[in-house]
């Protein structure tokens, strides 16, 4: 497979990101697991032979430096909430003649294999939908059209409305993104990156990690 693809992930500063995750570790060691899913999203990507580049977009210098160490190129968070700065990377940073996708950044259970098939299956703008069905953890364009994304609340209605295609297949790792401590608990039996596993090793919540291929 062509490396052809340019991959975005906007990141909250980590003080901010995964709000409704509070709880599930230690309050000072939240914005920890942030990053550590982070880490193992980006390194997914970049193991992924469909995938030429990433791009994150972020204010965060804990974020910035840990995926450039990973081969990431880091933008600046234009303003304006997560689909102004997803269309900042897509089509500015990356550029409306590029194979665009955005991907959540909290998806550590991510096997490289599992998307280049669904990059493989983008013939127009197209999308996938968490493992809920109601929100979306990819949207992907060929060069020309605008990404457009719609994320945020039932997005994979709001994509699907807006003429994107919805790809559905078993993909668990790339549709597993994380919101909740039952998801984290998702992550794990599905086996969860090695920084996210080894996190959660250390602070006791699991016993043992089955390293994501």
Known sequence: MVRSWTVVIPVKRLGL????????????????????MVRDTAA???????????IVVT??????GAVRELGAEVVPDPGGGLNAA?????????GLGAYRAVLAGDLPALRPEQLDEALGRVSARSFVPDAAGTGTVLLAAPPGPALD???????????????????VRKWPGLRQDVDTAADLDAVLTL????????????LGLTTECAPAA
């Open 44 to 54: 997914a990507v970049l193991s992924a032979t469909a995938v030429a580049g990433l």
């Open 86 to 94: 997803m269309r900042f990377g897509a089509d500015q940073a990356a």
């Open 149 to 167: 994304p719609r994320f945020g609340g039932p997005s994979a209605a709001a994509h699907a409305a807006s003429g994107a295609v919805r790809l």
């Open 191 to 202: 086996g969860a990156g090695r920084r996210t596993c080894e996190l959660l090793r250390d």
């Open 59 to 64: 204010d965060d210098p804990a974020v910035g």
């Open 17 to 36: 990101a995964k709000t409704r995750l509070r709880g599930a570790v230690p309050p000072d060691r939240h914005p920890d697991l942030a990053l550590a």
